[in-house]
């Protein structure tokens, strides 16, 4: 069974950045992989999605603002925010999609790195 393990959260002031990290256990080379958030009292969003082959895919709400990438070498997959709003703030997961990346999950959802927005 896959494992998955979230790092890289915290408090940053409106318009600062983080990275996130997401550590992969298993066949990573194989897997997609995709970063999620969950802000309070919400359903879980895609953020962004990476390919076995580097291709990626952005959902909507934080469009233009992040950045995925992964490291093969590491078993790693990242996400780089910029401009970080308020409404930004949630608990960031990733995961392996099995299908569709809002569908199945290969993984247990982990504990997720939480992200705080200071106004």
């Known amino acids: 069974q896959v494992q998955l393990v979230e790092s890289g959260g915290g408090v940053v002031q409106t318009g600062g950045s983080l990275k996130l990290s997401c550590s992969v256990s298993?066949?990573?080379?194989?897997?997609?992989v995709g970063w999620y958030r969950q802000p309070p009292l919400t359903e879980r969003e895609f953020v962004a999605g990476?390919?076995?082959?580097?291709?990626?895919k952005y959902g909507n709400v934080m469009k233009g603002r992040t950045t995925i990438s992964r490291d093969g070498a590491k078993n790693m997959a990242y996400l780089q925010m910029t401009n970080l709003q308020p409404e930004d703030s949630a608990v960031y997961y990733c995961?392996?999609?099995?299908?569709?990346?809002?569908?199945?999950?290969?993984?247990?959802w982990g504990l997720g790195t939480q992200v705080t927005v200071a106004s």
């Open positions: 990476i390919r076995p082959n580097g291709e990626t």
């Open positions: 995961n392996v999609p099995t299908g569709s990346w809002e569908g199945g999950f290969l993984g247990p």
């Open positions: 298993g066949a990573f080379s194989a897997y997609h």
